[in-house]
């Protein structure tokens, strides 16, 4: 069984703020894969990342960081200086066999 | 990525009736599956859809409520069968094995469906 955890529910900032979203997981598999998805409010679902469980590198792209902590099974996605088009449901996604599990996600709001 | 369509993007539908939603991407894949989003949800997989087989599916859904079909390997559709108000949601088809892709699964727009 596999099992994603986003404890927190809704964040709200106010523009150029940072804020951070906690991923937690539970897996069997020692190959899994992570991902996170951003869901603005059109409701397609936009990919942002994946992880593979051997790559422990952190990963920056613009304005997007993700820390991988095996030791921890956590995932954590960084957005520096948020912008009001951050704002959207991400989501964080497992993949261990074949099956993707997503957590329930977490409502960024960005202030202007 | 691949492009991934669906349509309808979006429907109201009467209770009982059924609504079939059409997922074309514009190249092969090796797998295709059908998510279901839940209003204020995360998304839940639905099934598997097997090219020439029958589609694989998850605990609680079943092939008379959702059938699936899949005739090559750029299509699918999943048919919502005698709605009811409780599946109201978004319904998402989503890809995976898309060359050097793979391992990621990338999602259509959508089809969000209310039933009245």
């Given at each position: 069984?596999?099992?994603?955890?986003?404890?927190?529910?809704?964040?709200?900032?106010?523009e150029?703020e940072d804020?951070?979203l906690d991923?937690v997981y539970?897996?069997?598999?020692?190959?899994?894969?992570?991902?996170?998805?951003?869901q603005?409010?059109?409701?397609?679902?936009v990919?942002l990342i994946?992880r593979n469980?051997f790559?422990?590198?952190?990963e920056i792209?613009?304005r997007?960081?993700?820390?991988?902590?095996?030791?921890?099974?956590?995932?954590?996605?960084t957005?520096t200086a948020?912008?009001?088009v951050?704002?959207?449901?991400y989501?964080?996604?497992?993949?261990g066999?074949?099956?993707?599990?997503f957590?329930?996600?977490t409502?960024?709001?960005?202030?202007? | 990525?691949?492009?991934?369509?669906?349509?309808?993007?979006?429907d109201?539908?009467?209770?009982?009736?059924?609504?079939?939603i059409?997922?074309?991407?514009?190249?092969q894949?090796?797998?295709m599956?059908?998510?279901?989003?839940?209003?204020?949800?995360s998304?839940?997989?639905?099934a598997?859809?097997?090219?020439g087989s029958?589609?694989?599916?998850?605990?609680g859904?079943?092939?008379?409520?959702?059938?699936?079909?899949?005739?090559?390997?750029t299509?699918?559709t999943?048919?919502?069968?005698?709605m009811s108000?409780e599946?109201s949601?978004i319904?998402l088809?989503s890809?995976e094995?898309?060359?050097s892709?793979?391992?990621e699964?990338f999602?259509?727009?959508?089809?969000?469906?209310?039933?009245l």
């Amino acid at each position: 069984a596999q099992k994603v955890t986003q404890a927190q529910t809704e964040i709200s900032v106010v523009e150029k703020e940072d804020v951070t979203l906690d991923c937690v997981y539970e897996t069997r598999d020692t190959t899994y894969y992570l991902f996170w998805y951003k869901q603005p409010p059109s409701g397609e679902l936009v990919f942002l990342i994946r992880r593979n469980s051997f790559d422990e590198q952190n990963e920056i792209s613009g304005r997007y960081s993700w820390n991988f902590q095996k030791s921890t099974s956590s995932f954590n996605f960084t957005i520096t200086a948020s912008q009001v088009v951050d704002s959207a449901v991400y989501f964080c996604a497992l993949k261990g066999d074949y099956k993707l599990s997503f957590g329930a996600g977490t409502t960024v709001t960005v202030r202007a | 990525s691949a492009v991934i369509s669906q349509k309808p993007s979006r429907d109201i539908c009467q209770r009982g009736t059924s609504l079939t939603i059409q997922c074309q991407v514009d190249s092969q894949v090796t797998m295709m599956f059908w998510y279901r989003q839940q209003p204020g949800q995360s998304l839940t997989l639905i099934a598997t859809a097997n090219q020439g087989s029958e589609a694989t599916y998850e605990s609680g859904f079943v092939i008379d409520k959702f059938p699936i079909s899949r005739p090559n390997l750029t299509f699918s559709t999943l048919t919502v069968s005698n709605m009811s108000p409780e599946d109201s949601s978004i319904y998402l088809c989503s890809v995976e094995g898309l060359g050097s892709s793979y391992n990621e699964q990338f999602f259509g727009p959508g089809t969000r469906l209310t039933v009245l």
